[in-house]
């Protein structure tokens, strides 16, 4: 069987394979574009606010410290960037696209539940007052004593979009899912006391952080609701980092899973203690050395594969 080279598989050679083969899982991405955009269309639940709910919620209204705009490139092209130079230095299309769908996976799913959550919640924002009331003066209906609000529509829409927070969900579901992807290239769990390699990881946890900061210091949300943007974007990030990357601390957490699988497959015949990754050796406990009875004769077939459950499985019923 041919040799499988690290660094061999590049978009020119293998773009198409890997794209087709993860094809329904980009249409499910773009049908959660569609529905992220109908949730932003939809009207919130307008909650009732009264009277004396007022008192929490008139903090002035400030223009975003960190505007929408850049929420996309802080938590999306940021970490593309980051996947596109450790594909030119290693030259491995599986890493790169299962990291880019991975990464739109785990901002898309956030952004999603994060929206069907603030519509069907309908808390009002700290700075609900001067939405409701551009011109200061409250107005409450005489019998229901809720709010009529007197301002701009667009703009009560919005300030009832509190809970939770968008931009910090959006922040932490990017920049977590990077923070994952950078702990298992630079192998942070391996066991050698490297610090600087935590701080590395922990960087693009800090700007998530920032970012729901701000959002507390513009007064557009409180601080339950970044907090929960936050949990929410770290979870969902997690989830699908480990959909196809193992995790950082196993001994090949530096790549996805389908790259292994690949060369299982493809039956690799390559010597372990030989193989480097434009620099990045793999340790023995990364291919296994399996032989299988092929059916023919029993002879017996040789080739390295990667330690996984459905490689497990293909041993025992060669075996049996």
């Known amino acids: ?73 802080i938590a999306v092209l940021l970490p593309f960037a980051v996947f596109a130079v450790y594909y030119f230095y290693r030259r491995d299309v599986y890493d790169l696209h299962h990291a880019i769908l991975g990464l739109l996976f785990s901002v898309l799913i956030t952004g999603v539940l994060t929206d069907a959550i603030k519509d069907a919640v309908g808390r009002p924002r700290p ?105 929410l974007g770290t979870t969902v990030a997690s989830f699908c980092y480990l959909q196809f990357f193992p995790p950082p601390y196993h001994v090949d957490g530096w790549g996805p899973h389908a790259y292994f699988q690949m060369l299982a497959e493809r039956g690799s015949v390559v010597e372990v203690s030989s193989m480097t990754a434009n620099g990045l050796s793999i340790r023995p406990s990364e291919m296994e050395n399996v032989s299988m009875q092929s059916g023919r004769g029993g002879e017996t077939t040789n080739f390295n594969t990667y330690d996984t459950n459905s490689i497990l499985d293909q041993m025992e019923s060669g075996r049996s």
């Open 1 to 73: 069987m041919p040799e499988i080279q690290l660094g061999s598989h590049t978009i020119q050679s293998h773009g198409v394979h890997v794209a087709r083969f993860h094809m329904h899982d980009w249409i499910i991405l773009l049908l959660l574009v569609v529905i992220e955009i109908v949730l932003n269309v939809i009207e919130p639940f307008y909650r009732f606010v009264g009277e004396d709910m007022m008192t929490d919620l008139k903090y002035p209204l400030k223009s975003n410290t960190v505007p929408i705009w850049s929420v996309p490139i």
């Open 127 to 231: 700075d609900f007052f001067w939405r409701c009331f551009p011109n200061g003066t409250d107005l409450y209906d005489p019998v229901t004593k809720n709010v009529a609000c007197t301002g701009e529509k667009s703009v009560i829409k919005e300030g009832h979009k509190s809970f939770p927070s968008g931009h910090t969900s959006w922040s932490f579901a990017g920049l977590s899912f990077l923070a994952w992807y950078l702990s298992g290239k630079v192998r942070v769990f391996d066991r050698r006391g490297h610090v600087a390699k935590l701080c590395l990881v922990f960087l693009p946890l800090l700007v998530a952080a920032l970012v729901g900061v701000s959002r507390v210091d513009d007064y557009w949300h409180h601080w339950q609701d970044v907090f929960a943007g936050a949990l």
